[in-house]
């Protein structure tokens, strides 16, 4: 049976949006944290990857959002892995109040890839055995994520890939693709609707120097995006939101 590793963290300034609540491109940060955390407690984090050419890399997330941390509040953050199969492996999060009460609730789905050829590679026994996992042929389904197809976009932004946008794993870090999906909504938008929950895919890898295009089309209460690289996807993803109550 699967540990639960945890960590404790405050919500610090640089970790909020105008709002002053933790922002959705920090809540997939600290699940990311959490369980670097854990590899390294195990003895299979990142020095073991690195050593063998290997990278961890997040195909999807899907986030339930019960309310968003204020800005000081103390944070648990729990994460256990779940069942792994050849090539991919789960993972779930959950983040606490001070009341232990659960606040945000994610499942992701996880695979390992080559860092230099970037082909995904077999999950090796001796990497996923020590999180507690159980093996299995089927793994559970994440969220099927509506495409943007024939539809008009409503909004369209380009951006410019820098230097900082780049992880370890040598391309744009999972958190960037969520930072341009939200950047091209309008500002009213935001201030006026709260995001409840969200799942987003990653499709293609991007890469330092690359232009990319992030794009929305606005629905009720919810909005669908994509990230182009050229012709093909980098990232999709679909947000729902709860319009905020006039005070």
């Not at 997330?61 to 103390?74: A, F, H, S, T």
Request: with cysteine; charged share 30%.
């Amino acid at each position: 049976m699967a540990d639960i590793y945890s960590i404790n963290r405050p919500v610090e300034y640089y970790q909020v949006d105008l709002t002053r609540k933790l922002s959705l491109s920090m809540i997939l940060n600290l699940a990311i944290l959490c369980s670097r955390k854990q590899g390294e407690y195990l003895q299979v984090g990142y020095q073991e990857t690195d050593r063998r050419g290997l990278g961890w890399v997040i195909l999807q997330y899907d986030v339930n959002i019960i309310r968003r941390p204020k800005l000081g509040e103390e944070l648990t953050i729990e994460t256990k892995a779940g069942a792994w199969s050849t090539y991919f492996a789960m993972r779930g999060f959950l983040f606490k109040d001070a009341k232990g009460e659960v606040i945000i609730d994610i499942d992701s789905l996880w695979t390992l890839i080559d860092l230099e050829s970037r082909h995904i590679q077999k999950l090796p026994l001796d990497l996923v055995q020590p999180y507690g996992g159980e093996e299995s042929k089927r793994l559970p389904k994440m969220v099927k994520i509506p495409k943007i197809k024939d539809e008009p976009v409503d909004f369209d932004k380009p951006y410019q890939v820098r230097f900082l946008d780049i992880d370890g794993n040598r391309h744009v870090n999972n958190s960037k693709y969520l930072e341009w999906m939200l950047d091209v909504l309008p500002l009213e938008f935001l201030k006026e609707h709260e995001p409840s929950r969200f799942s987003i895919r990653y499709e293609n890898e991007v890469h330092y120097g690359h232009q990319v295009d992030s794009q929305v089309v606005m629905g009720d209460n919810e909005t669908k995006h994509r990230v182009k690289d050229g012709e093909q996807t980098a990232a999709e993803a679909i947000i729902h939101w709860t319009p905020v109550k006039a005070k």
